[in-house]
C-alpha cells in the first residue's frame, strides 16, 4: 500500500492549531481603495475553518 499524500495546497493555505484549523480570509488582494476602512479592519481578525469541513481538510493535510 503506498503512503498518503498531503495535498500541498492545503498545506499552504491552512494551519492546524490546538482546537481548530486558521484559514486566510478572501478580499484582502486588490482593489482595496473601495473597501471601507471598517470592513478591513474586520478582515484582519483571525478565522477558523467552518465544523462541517474540518474533517475533509483533515483527510487532505493526511491527520484522520
Do not use: E, Y
Amino acid at each position: 500500500m503506498p503512503k498518503m499524500k498531503t495535498v500541498k495546497g492545503a498545506l499552504k493555505r491552512f494551519k492546524v492549531k490546538k482546537n481548530n484549523i486558521k484559514r486566510g480570509s478572501a478580499f484582502r488582494r486588490h482593489i482595496l481603495t473601495k473597501k471601507d476602512s471598517q470592513k478591513m479592519r474586520n478582515l484582519k481578525s483571525p478565522k477558523t475553518v467552518h465544523p462541517t469541513n474540518v474533517t475533509a481538510i483533515k483527510k487532505q493535510l493526511c491527520m484522520a
